[in-house]
Each structure stands twice: as C-alpha cells, then as structure tokens.
T-cell receptor, first 115, second 117 residues
Framework: DGGITQSPKYLFRKEGQNVTLSCEQNLNHDAMYWYRQDPGQGLRLIYY???????QKGDIAEGYSVSREKKESFPLTVTSAQKNPTAFYLC??????????????FGPGTRLTVT | AQSVTQLDSHVSVSEGTPVLLRCNYSSSYSPSLFWYVQHPNKGLQLLLKYTSAATLVKGINGFEAEFKKSETSFHLTKPSAHMSDAAEYFCVVSDRSPGAAGNKLTFGGGTRVLVKP
C-alpha cells in the first residue's frame, strides 16, 4: 500500500447523502487518480489530477466531484446524483520510472455501501 | 484507443501445478503492459511490467509474463502455484502515445485464481 492512505476502510451512507472519501499520499507524486471497482469488472477511472489545482474527468465522472488543493490530497465526493454509488473505491498515484515509463501505486481502498 | 481482454474470468489450479492467466490487448501505440494482483479488500500490487525492453519479464513471487507483439498477448505464468497466490489478477495497458494525458491505465476485467490444496 506504500505511502497512500485511504480512510475510512468501510463507509456506510443513506441514499441521497453526499459522502467524501479521503486520499492522502506522502510519495511526492504529482499525479493522482480515483478508480471505481465493481464485482467482476476491472477498475474504471473516475477523475485524475496531474498537478495541484487541476483535474480531469475520467471515463465515469458523472455523479462525482474532486478537488486538488494540495499535492498530498485528492478527496473524492460521491454525490446524490451518482445512481449506483455502492462500490470499492481506489486511489492511486503515478511515478515516472524512466523516459515515458510510469508506474501506478494504489491505496488500500474504501468500500462504500449506500442503502 | 486501447483495450484489454482477459480471456478467463476464473482459473482453478491445484497447489504445485502451473498457472496460466491469459491477456490480449490492443493499443494504437507501443504500449506499456502491467500485471497487478489484488487480495480481498486490498489495493492493487504491481507484479511485473513490460516497457519495451526484454519481452520476457520476471516479476515478484515467481511470476513472469511474455510480451508477444505478433499475437498482441501478455500472458502471465507461474511454474508452481502456492496457496497464497489465490487472488484476483488484472492485466493493464498504458498508452504511451505522445500527450497520453495522465498516463491513463485501461484494466482488463480480472481473473480470479483459486488454488486447491
């Protein structure tokens, strides 16, 4: 899990409530990512940020919002507009290893259950 | 555009026998390819990666994978399965085209490995 912290590990919310998932890193990596994982599926990209104060939509951004006010932090808010919010959420950072080669490091994840 | 297909959603092997997890990819540019492992309710751990150096890549825990451009494949193997190998495995492609924003990764659907005693 390296230097990426996600809290809490398990989160329960009622339908209609917004909820914010925390992601903190001490790796000094510039780029951070949020993925969603559903059973039987690979990870799908929600949002990513390559630098402080800048972020981009991924493949499934609807119903989510993010901020990147500090290099170390990239919180994800799951809004009430997200139709199926129950999932496992993974935060990641990217490190350039050489030239155009990159590696991604993943946090331990937060399992969100909305009822 | 890039995509990844993991040909088996589940693989069951006996302890001590070989493991083969199949992965095919498509990419518009010369790709980087990765295998990650995920144990239940955990994050993903990098097993190995290919980035245009040697086509046979050795990773952690005795795993290796071979990049075959002609077959657009990157299958993962291990000669002898251990009980601790029971997990889900993801094949991942990263498009290294110029300006590939944020080095987005595309994940396969995953292969769940069951190891029988």
């Amino acid at each position: 899990d390296g230097g990426i912290t996600q809290s809490p590990k398990y989160l329960f919310r009622k339908e209609g409530q917004n909820v914010t998932l925390s992601c903190e890193q001490n790796l000094n990596h510039d780029a951070m990512y949020w993925y969603r994982q559903d059973p039987g599926q690979g990870l799908r990209l929600i949002y990513y940020s390559q630098i402080v104060n800048d972020f981009q939509k991924g493949d499934i951004a609807e119903g989510y919002s993010v901020s990147r006010e500090k290099k170390e932090s990239f919180p994800l808010t799951v809004t009430s507009a997200q139709k199926n919010p129950t999932a496992f959420y993974l935060c990641a950072t990217t490190h350039r290893t050489s030239g155009s080669s990159y590696e991604q490091y993943f946090g331990p994840g937060t399992r969100l259950t909305v009822t | 555009a890039q995509s990844v297909t993991q040909l088996d959603s589940h693989v069951s092997v006996s302890e001590g026998t070989p493991v083969l997890l199949r992965c095919n990819y498509s990419s518009s540019y010369s790709p980087s390819l990765f295998w990650y492992v995920q144990h239940p309710n955990k994050g993903l751990q990098l097993l190995l990666k290919y980035t245009s150096a040697a086509t046979l890549v050795k990773g952690i825990n005795g795993f290796e994978a071979e990049f075959k451009k002609s077959e657009t494949s990157f299958h993962l193997t291990k000669p002898s399965a251990h009980m601790s190998d029971a997990a889900e495995y993801f094949c991942v492609v990263s498009d290294r085209s110029p300006g590939a924003a944020g080095n987005k990764l595309t994940f396969g659907g995953g292969t769940r490995v069951l190891v029988k005693p």
